[in-house]
């Protein structure tokens, strides 16, 4: 599950409260895509998955034990009858980092998400709608 966690921030840009709701109903395998409910603002977006992110979402479907409630997709592994908290997410996230000898946050992952677009030449306005913005600051233009 905690690779699952990596790669929606990393990969999809997600954040943290989005990767904590997300629902094992709300998938599509074919495009492969989660849609994000209720994101910051209260909106919905569909965001395409990588083929990496593919196989560790539904790897961590596969794991998921039979006393996580309703249908969330990450759960709390020493409770697993509880859902993953919002604060369990950057704890995780700082233990790989620590243990890979580097510094990452969550809001970093959602950084180096929008650096690699902007590298491989997506638009601004592309890269915000991913990430969920409402608008373009002043320092983003």
Known sequence: ??????????????RVSEVAQLKGCDREWSPPALL??????????????????????????????????GDMVCWNQKRPSR????KAIPKTIQRYAKAAGITASCPSLRHTFASNLREQGAEIVSIRELLGHAAMSARER
């Open 1 to 14: 599950m905690d690779r699952a966690l990596l790669l929606l921030m990393l990969r999809g840009g997600w």
């Open 36 to 69: 994000v409910k209720h994101g910051k603002g209260r909106k919905d977006r569909r965001m395409s998955l990588a083929a990496d992110a593919v196989a560790r979402v539904r790897a961590c479907l596969q794991q998921r034990p039979r006393d996580v409630p």
């Open 83 to 86: 859902p993953l908290s919002v």
